[in-house]
């Protein structure tokens, strides 16, 4: 297999320069190249009306792709030529925050000069300091100043093609620091300069999004050890909430189908700070908070935890009001499910589609949210998740990386597709995808897979992987 594999890479490599002529030889050919699975859980008549998609493309140009049905275990091969440049690697652009001026990293030299702040924590743990390469002490904000200030930066996009500017926030934000309010406080040698790093003990996050009307939503939270907030009612609109501000974007920036998730092009938009507002109050009891943005862009997706259960509330994104609201788990779910009611970590996901929303708990479980005219409805709350593992690979310890690379609703089932690395019981890593659905019982079906190219890729190539509904027979 590995010979034939190294072979059709060659002639992969060879159709990138040959064009259309070439992909037609290519479909021929690769109808020999299907997925192999191993079904470690249920039966193929509960593999749901999905497909899995794994395209390769070459020079932005060829693709060939294989759709293998879990449902009928057959897999058809297609290819493309046409252009094909990547869409999964723009980001639209977000706002940051700095959680207080204590909040920093430098030479001590430097971040001493106009920071009267810094300057009192410095004194008070310089006495401390055994003049080590690395020493560490922690402090109560509130022992120093009376105020908590958070600062709102307009940042890049990652990848550096989308700049946001406006008027600085100055204090906007400020709260009373509560004591509690516990940091970190690191100095340590870097060559001759003594550097120090300040960071909050206490939980932090900020979340954006931005629409296809022209504004930045965000908001952010701070939380103690024990859950609880600062006092919002200095804040901007008089407590915590989402706040949103317009940005103006050049017209040629507006084209494309969904641009307001990013662009190839470089450019730069102008926000308005001074039109800043809190469209939407946070809930008393809220614990934490997170913002997503609906497929068309029409709907900011509120995510809240209150009282231990899961919230979503919707706001239209061209006026900011609240379109519709309801509770997607509740606290005694939670406990069932095994989950803590938060969204820390990197183990929340959320997967836009056409009409509907799949958020993803703790890597396994799926809730599924459809949309209508705004309103919205809770149409699944399952665990995907499978223990079960095929025989070629090590029950204990076994899996070495992990990520889930889309998810997908069938009008009955959920479907989550994972790329997996797997120790095999030859020692060797194994690169599989691994397939599970579930319905309303919990899981249904699970499949581990290993794609046609799973073996290698030309140098300018590219795997794209991806679920698809209607058994493959969507429109590319």
């Known amino acids: 297999m590995k010979g034939k594999a190294a072979a059709f890479m060659a002639v992969l490599a060879i159709a990138a320069a040959f064009g259309l002529g070439a992909g037609i030889y290519l479909e021929r050919s690769a109808s020999n190249y299907a997925f192999a699975g191993d079904i470690v ?13 794994e395209s390769l493309v070459l020079s932005e140009h060829l693709r060939l792709s294989t759709l293998y049905s879990p449902a009928g275990g057959e897999s058809r091969a297609e290819s493309d030529w046409g252009s094909f440049p990547r869409t999964d690697i723009w980001r639209p652009p977000s706002v940051e925050f700095d959680f207080t001026e204590a909040e920093v990293a430098g030479d001590v030299e430097d971040l001493l000069q106009d920071n009267a702040l810094l300057r009192s924590i410095y004194e008070d743990i310089s006495q401390e300091y055994d003049g080590s390469d690395d020493f560490l002490a922690t402090f109560d904000l509130a022992d120093y100043t009376d105020t908590y200030t958070v600062t709102p930066v307009l940042g890049s996009m990652d990848d550096g093609y989308v700049d946001l500017r406006g008027e600085p926030f100055g204090d906007m934000f400020y709260m009373p620091a509560p004591e509690g309010s516990i940091y970190s406080c690191e100095l340590y040698r870097a060559g001759d300069r003594l550097r120090m790093l300040v960071t909050p003990l206490c939980t932090t996050r900020g979340e954006s999004a931005f629409t296809s009307e022209g504004y930045v939503y965000f908001t952010f939270s701070i939380a103690s050890e024990s859950g ?29 189908e969904r641009w307001w ?52 509330t919707t706001l239209e994104s061209a006026s900011g009001e609240v379109v519709d609201r309801l509770e997607l788990i509740d606290s005694e779910r939670f406990a069932a499910l095994g989950l803590e009611a938060d969204f820390n970590g990197a183990a929340f996901r959320h997967f836009s589609k056409p009409g509907y929303s799949v958020f993803l708990l703790d890597g396994r479980v799926a809730v599924v949210v459809g949309y209508d005219a705004g309103n919205c409805e809770a149409l699944l709350v399952a665990d995907t998740g499978c223990d079960a593992r095929p025989d070629y690979v090590w029950e204990e310890n076994s899996i070495a990386y992990s990520l889930v690379l889309d998810c997908a609703w069938d009008g009955e089932r959920v479907a989550v597709l994972r790329e997996t690395t797997v120790r095999g019981r030859t020692d060797d890593y194994l690169h599989c995808l691994v397939l599970n659905v579930a319905g309303e019982d919990g899981l249904e079906y699970s499949e581990w897979l290993n794609g046609p190219f799973a073996l290698g890729q030309p140098g300018n190539g590219r795997l794209e992987r991806s679920l698809e509904t209607g058994g493959g027979q969507n429109e590319k």
């Open 41 to 53: 859980y249920g039966e193929r008549d509960s593999a749901g009306d999905f497909a899995v998609s």
């Open 261 to 312: 998730t990013g662009t190839e092009e470089s450019y730069r938009a102008n926000c308005d700070t001074t039109a800043l507002e809190n469209v939407y109050l946070l809930p008393e009891n809220w614990q934490d908070v997170k913002l997503e943005l609906s497929y068309d862009g029409q709907l900011v997706l509120v995510l809240t935890v209150e009282d231990g259960a899961l919230y979503l």
């Open 228 to 256: 609880e907030h600062p006092d919002g009612s200095t804040l901007p609109g008089g407590g915590w909430g989402v706040w949103r501000m317009p940005c103006e974007f050049p017209e040629e920036a507006k084209s494309g």
